[in-house]
């Protein structure tokens, strides 16, 4: 039972972490370029812009990827633990009677 309660809650923590990507993508995606830029020593406009962009969504469909797989796995084993639960609350029921 605590295997499954580790488990639920470190796929809550992933799909928690996958959504922070997600809203924090365009900040992300900016601290991309501004790297790229300084260990560039300058660069274009229309480049710094683009890679800022593609860094954002880079981001974004990492930040997704995460918190589906993340909101998957706590659906599962919240269902199987949940499953558990009940099923042990009927058998200490019958045993009581």
């Not at 959504?19 to 790297?35: D, E, K, P, V, W």
């Not at 300084?38 to 981001?59: C, I, N, R």
């Not at 919240?78 to 009677?97: H, L, M, N, P, R």
């Amino acid at each position: 039972m605590k295997k499954k309660t580790v488990i639920l809650s470190l796929s809550l923590f992933i799909c928690f972490v996958g959504l922070m990507m997600i809203f924090n993508a365009t900040t992300l995606g900016c601290n991309y370029a501004n790297r790229a830029l300084s260990s560039a020593g300058g660069m274009d406009t229309e480049q710094f812009y683009f890679l800022m962009k593609s860094g954002a969504v880079s981001f974004q469909l990492g930040g997704v990827v995460t918190a589906l797989l993340g909101g998957t796995a706590a659906m599962i084993f919240g269902s199987k633990t949940e499953a558990e639960a009940k099923s042990s609350d009927t058998e200490s029921t019958e045993e009581q009677q």
